[in-house]
């Protein structure tokens, strides 16, 4: 059993923002289980982070495997009881900027295994981890959620283009809103976060954020104090449109 009072599990810190929202928790005195689909590079990414002095752990987690998720809650309560936060980060972007034999941007070429593959890691995944967590941070007493999201999920300014991602992240919000409603008679809440267009490997070079100014919002989410929002959807820490 680990000796830290404060446990936080974020998905996706293999690169990007998963990995900068983990550094920050772990400056902020957490000890945080990373997870990545990708074995090799979560666990050079958690070295890093470790070189850095940070209290980190790798667990490879394929979001769309149900058994794979189910054993990792199952690790997660045998070897810390549970976590305070956690961070829905990891997530796909599969649609294309054309129609091809898989995808295409426009929601007339959209094809059903793009959207399958786009709702099991972006919706479905942090779903399974929400039922799993949940109850282990009733038990703690103590919980904070938070699903990154994306302006192209907010109906108030929605456009065509990208079908599957927008979906998924309407969706995403969608089930902020249902989870924080279910959670609301405990010290549990949850919100979901735009980042913003941030320069990583799926934002792209001509994003105008960095990783570290997109990180500090879902940190504020996730670091809420008890008397804070539930069930809100945020950028920067301020309010914005469903």
């Known amino acids: 059993m680990s000796q830290h009072s404060r446990f936080a599990l974020v998905t996706g810190t293999n690169r990007g923002i998963g990995l900068e929202v983990a550094r920050q928790l772990a400056q902020s005195e957490f000890e945080v289980i990373m997870t990545s689909r990708d074995q090799a590079a979560g666990e050079a990414a958690t070295a890093r982070l470790r070189a850095e002095g940070c209290t980190v752990h790798h667990h490879s987690l394929e979001l769309t495997d149900s058994d794979a998720v189910q054993a990792l809650i199952e690790t997660i309560s045998e070897h810390f009881g549970g976590v305070d936060v956690l961070v829905n980060s990891a997530g796909v972007f599969l649609d294309s900027s054309g129609p091809t034999e898989t995808h295409g941007s426009s929601v007339f070429d959209l094809t059903s295994a793009t959207l399958d593959r786009t709702l099991a890691v972006n919706?479905?995944?942090?779903?399974?981890?929400?039922?799993?967590?949940?109850?282990?941070?009733?038990?703690?007493?103590?919980?904070?959620?938070?699903?990154v999201s994306s302006g192209m999920g907010q109906l108030n300014d929605m456009a065509g283009g990208f079908a599957a991602y927008r979906i998924s992240k309407t969706a995403l919000n969608a089930l902020t809103r249902i989870v924080a409603a279910e959670t609301v008679?405990?010290?549990?809440?949850?919100?979901?976060?735009?980042?913003?267009?941030?320069?990583?490997?799926?934002?792209?070079?001509?994003?105008?954020?960095?990783?570290?100014?997109?990180?500090?919002?879902?940190?504020?989410?996730?670091?809420?104090?008890?008397?804070?929002?539930?069930?809100?959807?945020f950028r920067d820490g301020q309010s914005i449109p469903w």
């Open 123 to 147: 919706l479905y995944g942090p779903l399974k981890l929400c039922q799993g967590l949940v109850p282990l941070m009733r038990q703690r007493g103590y919980g904070r959620i938070v699903n």
């Open 185 to 233: 008679d405990s010290s549990i809440l949850v919100n979901a976060v735009c980042p913003g267009w941030v320069k990583t490997d799926m934002g792209g070079p001509h994003a105008t954020r960095s990783t570290e100014e997109a990180a500090e919002g879902i940190v504020w989410a996730a670091t809420l104090p008890d008397d804070g929002p539930t069930g809100g959807f």
